[in-house]
């Protein structure tokens, strides 16, 4: 007995060493943790237990009958973050530069089915060089078997992909069907098809950093929902995200001690708003004033920052917020914006996290540029999204709330739970400018005319008032106390329960 | 008594004055512009009026608007506060005019000590000490030097037409002066095309200290001790402190009698007070008189108990000083430090915006140790570029000199302040300085003691130790919270081991922790052999969102304050700023693994200061530039803002054209 054991733990060391000390050296000399650190620091102290440790393939093509490592490149298993359950993949990029063979994708998919079957998040860690070209359809039939689980289990549990290396080829599919990617500043890139590629097929000269680096995905493709600095990092704060997400779509979601008082008032916020309504102030500041402890983890910081969106708490239990950004371009929705915006939405949809939509909008950003871009198209995303979500949605109007745009950021008019208003909101067709110059265009000739029509306009319509007369807005409410009200709209909606007409499913225009 | 008066000021003079008023049953009225609308002096009173734009000259400055505002609200007085109208000698005359009293002195006070030469002149008179010097036309070098050996060494000789420190000498000597006077003159000459010299006595390493006065409409005129106002930058006092460290009884009543005889002589009839230069022999000599109340008058009030407001109203009521000078007790030390919106990492270049959080110490009196704050703004408020960069005044006062400074050094720890730039992390580091403690400081302090202007101390010692144990406390309660998070596997809670490793900047510190969330934490100190410290006990009030960590480590209090980061808290304790990080064993080894990045060198780029639009280039690829050469001009909420070189160099690369809308930071031009 004693041997068996001693030989179990031999074993054990070898799968552990992965590709060997060499490899591992050149791993973390290149500034990158190895699959089995990634983990260690991801998971609770001594909680991951790994599975498949010694599965090896079974390839014979190209002599691999000859090289075998345990592990076969891809380290699995399930472990804890702050006691919940997690499932994780980690590709090993030490063993066969962590290529999918078809025994490599079997062991994916067999904690892809735990995570579905337990209803419990699944992170994979991504730094691999794609197919094992040596397996040849094995390879591409392991990556389909992976792909078909990660569309069932999308809506059900969180996948979560962090990508720690190289990722391309097939390996990019399956984290672009994940709901979020993160990615780490200069270690790790993401693309269809590398540079040598595309100077054969293009002829264009570029570095996988500028193909597909965390900069780009993060700033211009949208790709990554975040970047960050290193593995520690990056790790680090997948358990900050894990802290916020529900283990899965029935869980509903967690909740985490707070001593912040719902009930605090921060009389900073009644001059958040400037008299001057063209001059812009920080949306972000609202958030952090209002939520938590000032918690607030964005989603795609980077990326069409003329609307935030993100997780925070109140009163313990995680929100989505969705907030227009007045520093930047006003606020305006454009196609990224409402792209942006509208995945985030569904999110929170699918997995119970009730909408907090803090608004201050002047429209849709008109040109060229935008309409043909699909502006109409990517706008209604947005609007689907919130019409179709069931989730609790509350929403406050700081300042304008022009034309659609209104009627998108979660309106009472497509069902927004209970909707708030600010003593400075404006809401309208359009800004009283170009609504008078419209109205009135015959005494355009005359400025005095039609300033005196523009103050018109504004008197009626610039304030909540004639919204609220009609019951568009629940209640204007002081800023002060924008906290107090939003807790308590929240635990109104707890037990809210709202069921869409049978479909197989949507059509949202993608 | 005034029923109501009008406060023809702003910020925290105006909350100052209106807080004594409110005390004696006095209405307030305040006055604003445009830019102070939502202003807390405006709050605080009873009534205000609007009385024009932003830019002074056209509302805080125009007489004719505060008399109509007195007339409006029927105010029967106006304080003037300091700076704006408080020594405009046309103030009280056309408030008289009006029928309206000015709390202040009367005009004809004001008018003799305004200028400068004749209020020496009345100063000499009145029999005060004044700087040894001549006057007269000096002949030549040998003239030269009989007048200097008249005055006693050191002396300076000056350009009667000078200016910039041309034509200026220092002389110790005889020789000195020989050799300095032909020299000096001969470049007053060139430089100024006049050759007429003077000579006065050179003060080496003077102190600032003035005198604070008391005077009625009855003839009385009491001194109240002094105030040493030696810390200064660029001629801007810092820091303040009543009494002066310098002063023995012998010479504070020397001084004290001397200012009252000026008072007396120009009938001066109110608050006031006598500046004068000192040496560090304790010799004194009249420099001016400042007919207001000054902005460190706290520090007065605070060792003679004495409300300097109250009795400003009370004798512009025509009140007689219920006050001899006998009954002025100097008890204890009080220090005030000046909170200004300036950056002291810039070379403390003025910084305008919103005051996101503002929160400063509690204000309070406990064990015989006060802290007073005061303050014209509040969190939400706006600092503009419109007025005076300064938001606060921080006054401690307690029996010694030391624990005035200690608690000034305590509640500048607790001073919340985000949106803008200011200086309280200079502040506090002064407050540590060994030569401020020790006292022995001049005008020259800051100069000499930060040549290179401020530059943040790295963590280190006690203060190290004491930031560590904070980090690690904030992370362990943290930590203790995210555990309790519902939803988690059945069977035993997670354990975490209890040793960590803390990074603070550069600096590492090992340490074991435990304890409960609102129980005491335990932190133990782990050297680098492994030895095991002292275990201290960490009790502290606070959670997880709160500016300031405040509590007791070991016993001793501290206040830290504390911004959150990825993955750790940004602290600042005793002018030390640093990032601090708490890791587990096996995450400080694995963070070692990480790559170091060196931050890019942004010198040889010009990169966009805020988000805008360019609305002009005026170099090209290639194109040789001077320092302070035009290089772009950036638009941004209607305001140009036009970019300058910083240094000599050679575009290479332009990044942006004009009506280009840039982000932040983003390159707009590349150096070679």
């Known amino acids: 007995m004693k041997t068996v054991i001693e030989e179990l733990e031999q074993r054990r060391a070898q799968a552990r060493l992965g590709g060997g000390q060499v490899r591992i050296d050149a791993q973390h000399a290149k500034g990158r943790l190895t699959a089995r650190e990634r983990i260690e620091l991801l998971m609770d102290e001594g909680s991951f237990e790994e599975f498949d440790m010694f599965v090896e393939h079974r390839g014979t093509e190209f002599g691999m009958e000859k090289t075998k490592i345990p592990g076969d490149g891809v380290v699995t298993g399930w472990g804890t973050i702050n006691g919940r359950i997690v499932y994780v993949f980690a590709k090993d990029f030490t063993v066969f530069g962590g290529s999918l063979s078809e025994a490599h994708a079997k062991k994916m998919t067999k904690v892809q089915d735990l995570a579905i079957r337990n209803r419990a998040p699944i992170i994979g860690v991504f730094d691999a060089g794609g197919a094992r070209i040596q397996e040849g359809v094995d390879a591409l039939g392991g990556y389909g078997e992976v792909f078909t689980r990660n569309v069932l289990a999308s809506g059900v549990i969180p996948q979560i992909s962090l990508i720690m290396g190289p990722c391309a080829g097939g390996d990019v599919y399956s984290p672009a069907m994940t709901d979020f990617i993160f990615m780490v500043k200069d270690t790790s890139y993401m693309f269809v098809t590398g540079p040598d590629v595309v100077k054969t097929v293009t002829n ?307 | 008594m005034f029923k109501k008066i009008l406060i023809a000021n702003r910020g925290e003079i105006a909350c100052r004055v209106i807080k004594s008023a409110r005390k004696m049953g006095i209405k307030t009225v305040a006055v604003y512009s445009d830019a102070d609308r939502d202003a807390l002096h405006v709050e605080m009173a009873d009534e205000s009026v609007h009385i024009g734009p932003p830019a002074a000259a056209h509302s805080y400055l125009v007489i004719e608007k505060i008399v109509d505002a007195c007339k409006a609200t029927g105010a029967e007085a106006v304080h003037p506060g300091y700076g704006f109208l408080s020594e405009r000698e046309a103030f009280p005359v056309a408030l008289a005019k009006a029928g309206i009293v000015f709390i202040g002195p009367n005009p004809g006070a004001i008018a003799a000590m305004g200028d400068k030469i004749e209020s020496k002149k009345a100063a000499a008179k009145a029999k005060v000490s004044t700087v040894p010097g001549y006057l007269g036309e000096i002949s030549d070098a040998t003239h030269a030097i009989k007048i200097a050996a008249e005055i006693g060494y050191p002396v300076m000789i000056k350009a009667s037409a000078g200016g910039g420190g041309k034509g200026m000498r220092i002389a110790w000597s005889e020789k000195e002066v020989a050799d300095g006077f032909n020299a000096s003159r001969s470049e007053a000459k060139s430089s100024f095309g006049d050759d007429r010299m003077f000579i006065e006595k050179f003060i080496v390493n003077p102190r600032h200290i003035e005198i604070q006065l008391l005077g009625d409409k009855h003839g009385n005129v009491i001194y109240l001790g002094e105030r040493e106002c030696s810390i200064q930058r660029r001629n801007q006092k810092v820091i303040e402190e009543a009494p002066s460290p310098l002063l023995d009884e012998k010479t504070r009543k020397a001084m004290g009698e001397q200012a009252v005889a000026l008072a007396k002589a120009v009938g001066y009839d109110s608050a006031g007070t006598v500046e004068f230069v000192a040496g560090q022999d304790k010799s004194f000599f009249f420099l001016e008189m400042n007919t207001r109340l000054q902005v460190e008058h706290p520090v007065t009030e605070l060792i003679t108990g004495i409300d300097l407001v109250e009795q400003m109203i009370r004798v512009a009521a025509g009140e007689k000083l219920t006050l001899t000078q006998k009954d002025v007790k100097l008890n204890g030390w009080a220090v005030e430090s000046r909170i200004y919106a300036e950056d002291p990492y810039r070379n403390f270049l003025p910084s305008i915006g919103r005051l996101v959080k503002y929160r400063p110490p509690a204000e309070s009196c406990v064990g015989g140790v006060t802290v007073r704050n005061d303050t014209g703004v509040t969190e939400g408020g706006e600092i503009s570029m419109y007025y005076d960069p300064m938001i606060a005044k921080l006054v401690t006062h307690a029996a010694t000199r030391d624990a005035a400074i200690d608690a000034q050094a305590e509640a500048l720890d607790a001073f919340y302040i985000d949106g803008i730039s200011h200086n309280v992390p200079f502040l506090t580091s002064l407050m540590q300085h060994p030569r401020w403690r020790s006292g022995n400081i001049s005008t020259g302090f800051i100069a000499e003691e930060f040549p290179e202007g401020f530059v943040p101390r790295a963590p280190e010692g006690a203060q190290f130790h004491t930031m560590a144990a904070v980090a690690a406390a904030i992370d362990h309660k943290s930590n203790l919270r995210r555990r309790a998070i519902s939803d988690q596997m059945g069977g035993k809670p997670v354990r975490f081991a209890s040793a960590r490793v803390v990074h603070i900047g550069k600096a590492v510190q090992r340490l074991d922790v435990s304890g409960g969330d609102r129980a005491p934490i335990y932190v133990t100190l782990v050297d680098e052999k492994g030895v095991r410290g002292k275990t201290l006990e960490i009790i502290s009030a606070w959670s997880p969102g709160e500016p300031v960590w405040t509590g007791t480590i070991g016993g001793a209090h501290a206040a830290v304050q504390v911004r959150p980061m990825l993955n750790g808290v940004n602290l600042a304790y005793r002018g030390i700023q640093a990032p601090a990080y708490v890791y587990t064993e096996r995450e400080a080894e694995l963070v070692a693994i990480m790559p170091v990045k060196v931050p890019a060198d942004m010198s040889k780029y010009l990169l966009c200061p805020m988000p805008g639009l360019i609305k002009a280039l005026h170099v090209k690829e290639g194109q040789e530039v001077k320092a302070g050469d035009n290089l772009a001009v950036v638009e941004a909420m209607k305001m140009e803002n036009l970019l300058r070189a910083e240094r000599d160099g050679v575009v290479k690369k332009v990044n942006a054209k004009a009506g280009d809308s840039l982000a932040v930071d983003a390159v707009i031009l590349e150096f070679v």
């Open chain 1, 204 to 510: 264009e000269t570029v570095t996988a950093e500028e193909l597909g680096g965390a900069k780009v995905h993060t700033t211009k493709s949208s790709i990554a929902d975040r970047a960050y600095e290193n593995d520690v990092e990056a790790l680090l704060q997948m358990r900050r995200l894990m802290d916020f997400l529900p283990a899965n779509n029935e869980s509903g979601v967690p909740e985490l001690p707070s001593d912040d008082p719902e009930d605090r008032i921060d009389h900073s916020l009644d001059t958040l708003v400037p008299d001057n309504p063209n001059k812009p102030y920080d949306m972000k500041e609202l958030i952090l004033k209002i939520v938590d402890e000032g918690d607030f983890f964005e989603i795609q910081d980077q990326f069409a920052k003329n609307i935030v969106t993100g997780f925070a708490r109140f009163e313990g239990r995680t929100v989505g917020i969705v907030a227009n950004q007045p520093m930047v371009l006003a606020g305006v929705l454009d196609s990224d914006a409402s792209r942006k915006a509208a995945r985030f939405v569904r999110f929170c949809d699918c997995f119970d996290i009730p909408l907090v939509t803090l608004v201050d909008v002047p429209g849709f950003l008109p040109g060229t540029a935008q309409e043909y871009g699909g502006l109409i198209k990517h706008g209604a995303k947005l609007l689907f999204a919130f019409a179709e979500a069931t989730v609790p949605k509350v929403t406050l109007i700081t300042r304008k709330a022009y034309g659609g745009a209104y009627d998108v950021m979660s309106s009472k008019h497509i069902r927004g739970d209970v909707n708030y208003a600010w003593p400075t909101a404006e809401i309208a067709v359009m800004g009283a400018k170009g609504a008078a110059e419209i109205l009135y265009r015959s005494e355009l000739n005359d400025p005095a005319k039609i300033q005196a029509r523009i103050d018109e306009y504004k008197k009626r319509f610039a304030n909540p008032f004639v919204a609220a007369e009609r019951g568009y807005i629940d209640e204007v409410i002081e800023p002060s106390a924008t906290r107090l009200r939003i807790a308590r709209a929240l635990n109104m909606l707890r037990n809210k329960h709202v069921e869409n007409p049978w479909k197989k499913h949507d059509n949202i225009p993608l």
